[in-house]
């Protein structure tokens, strides 16, 4: 959404106001006053639309005790935390990230994991690995947008991205993250306490792909 500066006349007490809520929410007076102006004429965001989709993915994974969701008020990224099951219970994190433009990608995934241990890492490096090569036989070909991966530095990053000219909601759209964080989160786990091999976590992540609603 293109913005562009405009002069407007304001008296000291509403900018004063504007100010002290734009401080305790985390944001500036413009983003603000973009925001109030935004709700009364029915104009929806790329901000609002943003914290909509992070608040229905908290609403969708509150109940389970898996993975624990936090975001800010105003914030482009949300972030959620699970507790391996290896030896010491180690926490991995997930960042979701989602970009103000309708051009390109929605967004990005980083997996984070931060361990000294050199099996638990090789793990999880074999994990990701088989994770990308799954996704590039499966679910590519369904696709009509690219997915780039990278692997660094104890990070696993996976782009976001939706159908061109699909009309999605901010419902649809956390709905698909939050599911697909799930089945990441618990392929993963499986895979790392040796419940499954390769086979069986491709013939899961095959079983769920056919129940999505929405690719991403």
């Given amino acids: 959404m293109k913005k562009t500066l405009y002069s407007l006349m304001l008296s000291d007490e509403v900018v004063r106001a504007v100010d002290a809520l734009a401080h305790q929410l985390g944001t500036n007076r413009s983003n603000l006053i973009n925001q109030i102006l935004a709700e009364y004429v029915s104009v929806t965001t790329p901000e609002r639309r943003i914290s909509d989709i992070f608040r229905a993915v908290e609403q969708m994974l509150s109940p389970s005790r898996e993975l624990v969701p936090f975001f800010s008020p105003n914030a482009l990224t949300m972030s959620l935390k699970s507790s391996l099951e290896y030896k010491y ?9 989602l970009f103000r433009s309708a051009d390109g990608p929605l967004g990005e995934l980083a997996v984070v994991f931060r361990t000294q241990s050199a099996p638990l890492i090789e793990a999880m490096t074999q994990f990701f690995r088989l994770w990308k090569h799954i996704e590039d036989r499966l ?71 056919g129940r999505r609603q929405l690719y991403i």
């Fill in 139 to 209: 679910l590519a070909p369904l696709m009509t947008e690219s997915i780039d991966y990278a692997l660094y530095d104890g990070k696993f990053v996976r782009s976001i991205a939706v159908p061109r000219g699909r009309d999605v909601s901010a419902d649809d759209v956390a709905r698909a993250l939050a599911d697909y964080i799930k089945l990441f989160d618990r392929l993963m786990k499986g895979a790392l306490a040796g419940r499954y091999g390769a086979a069986e976590i491709q013939a899961e992540y095959y079983a769920d792909l």
């Fill in 89 to 97: 219970r180690p926490t991995v994190k997930y960042e979701v990230q």
